[in-house]
């Protein structure tokens, strides 16, 4: 009897956890048996690593083999473990040393042909085997610059099974793979191009500088699309920390740009109307994997023509924005993602969606009414600013009166005031005003009476909920901190009710 093992990791949303690859061979009719929870990719992959054994130029044992996949109650989902099997039946069979493959880690998928493939999820799974002590990691050549944002672990690309044998024997070892600069990420679409829309753009650079969510409406052709497209441009680079954490999600997503292995700018995504409950916040019937709320952690969310979305998904949003995260529970376990996004809505006023407004439409008071409350009020209530755009006059469009401002330009008003606002929060784990709570709102930055008063007023006639009382203080504050000011006066109240209040006002 002989016996053989090595290491793979398995996923969990983007948490990896090391899973051990034992080979147990005795003698039998051939046989290959493999155990330990895996889905139907992982047991085809016993067909995948004969092939690509025998592609390799090695043989494939003829014994009774017996695969473990350690801890056997955690189930194994995906292509990734092919070359850690392959690995550790070469071993057990004699045709590499056993000591070869008992502290490395395997990650790749096998082509018929002996080709080792990329696969999604490859940094979580080198950040889990780092933290469990793994000094070396063999990937597919195509992920290796991915899993070499790892400082702490050695990177060894592979382009085929006959390399790692090679390597495994010692006749060729596979050499440390260094990973090249980043390249530049192109620039975002320029908020100059917006023309007029004076209080949009004020919307976006409020919300921008405070990590607020938006909300817009307004007839065609508004710009309610392109203010949310420039919307990523106003928000400052991720740092170190917070570019692995967006990489991590786009990696298991699959969604990874091809020669970019590090996000570095906040990401935008836009799914369409039809997108389904599962696209918009993830899940799947195999593999849990992340939907578009989680792809736009740490950026923006943008749902237009919000109405149209099925009210059950719109809904869907609302415990994931409070907490920031979103767990998916399956009958074979659950997979938890982070989404702190921001989200924008945009809307038509009513159905027909007259550019000309209110003269033109064609809706009644019914029709419009109907389309308004597909947009439940526990939602609306989430969102911080909410605008109502006006259609572009003639003047704005042909008479500006001068070239509006750039993104670098607003950007750099959006970095001073959410500089202003971390240290301000230092040491309490927030930096944005948005995610202050309430309680800390009253009783350690407490607006004084006097500059409340309009907004406790819209409190007493019904105008505002608790919560977006709490919400409007943070608003005052974010409009505060992009005037410099050190606490909101009245007319920083006054702003930030009026866009919170302007839509329903509407």
């Keep these: ?26 003698a039998g009719v051939p046989h290959v048996a493999l155990v330990g929870l895996p889905d139907a990719v992982v ?13 390799a130029g090695a043989t494939f044992p003829q014994r009774r083999i017996t695969i473990g996949l350690s801890p056997a109650s955690m189930p194994k989902q995906g292509s990734g473990f092919d070359l850690a099997l392959a690995a550790a039946v070469l071993a057990a069979g004699g045709t590499v040393p056993q000591e070869s493959v008992d502290r490395l880690v395997f990650l790749g998928e096998l082509g018929l042909d002996g080709s080792v493939r990329g696969i999604r999820g490859v940094l979580p799974a080198v950040l889990a085997a780092a933290r469990a002590g793994r000094s070396q990691v063999v990937v597919p050549a195509a992920n290796a610059d991915e899993a070499a944002l790892v400082e702490s672990i050695d990177v060894l690309g592979a382009h085929s099974l006959a390399q790692v044998m090679a390597h495994l024997s010692g006749r060729e070892p596979l ?12 620039a975002p679409p320029d908020l100059g191009d917006v ?25 065609p052709g508004a710009g309610k699309t392109m203010l949310a497209e420039r919307l990523p441009g106003l928000l400052p680079p991720l740092d170190e920390g917070a570019a692995l954490e967006v990489t991590a999600i786009h990696s298991v997503a699959g969604t990874l740009p091809p020669g970019a292995p590090l996000v570095t700018r906040p990401t935008f995504e836009a799914p369409h109307h039809s997108a389904t409950m599962a696209a918009l916040i993830g899940g799947g019937s195999g593999q849990i994997r992340p939907g578009a709320l989680c792809r736009a952690h740490r950026g923006v969310l943008f749902l237009d023509e919000a109405p149209e979305f099925p009210r059950a998904v719109l809904d869907t949003l609302r415990q994931p ?44 008071p019914l029709e419009r009414r109907r389309y308004r409350s597909r947009l439940s009020g526990p939602l609306l209530d989430r969102i911080d600013l909410r605008v109502e755009l006006p259609p572009v006059t003639r ?77 409007v203080v943070r608003v005052a504050w974010t409009v505060a901190d992009l005037a410099g000011r050190t606490m909101p006066g009245a007319d920083d109240v006054a702003e930030a009710l009026g866009m919170r209040l302007q839509r329903a006002a509407a």
């Design 1 to 26: 009897m002989t016996l053989a093992r090595t290491w793979s990791v398995g996923l969990a949303g983007v948490h990896g956890a090391m899973v051990e690859v034992e080979v147990d061979m005795a």
């Design 43 to 55: 047991r085809q992959s016993v067909d995948r690593v004969r092939a690509a054994v025998a592609n």
């Design 175 to 186: 050499t440390r793979h260094v990973r090249g600069p980043v390249p530049e990420v192109p």
């Design 195 to 219: 023309v007029g829309q004076a209080a949009g753009r004020r919307a976006v650079e409020v919300a921008a500088a405070g990590g607020h969510h938006l909300f817009l409406a307004g007839p």
């Design 321 to 364: 924005l409070e907490r920031g995260q979103v767990t998916i529970h399956r009958a074979a376990g659950s997979a938890t993602f982070p989404c702190r996004a921001q989200l924008v809505l945009a809307a038509n006023p009513c159905p027909c969606a007259s550019a000309a407004g209110d003269t033109a439409c064609t809706c009644s």
């Design 395 to 471: 003047a704005a469009w042909l008479d500006g009166l001068g070239p509006p401002e750039t993104t670098a330009e607003v950007a750099r008003r959006v970095a001073a005031a959410r500089a202003a606002a971390a240290q301000r929060l230092a040491g309490t784990g927030l930096t944005l005003n948005s995610q202050v709570p309430g309680r800390l709102l009253r009783e350690r930055w407490a607006v004084p009476r006097p500059a409340l008063r309009l907004a406790e007023r819209a409190l007493e006639r019904g105008a505002l909920s608790v919560r977006g009382f709490d919400r």
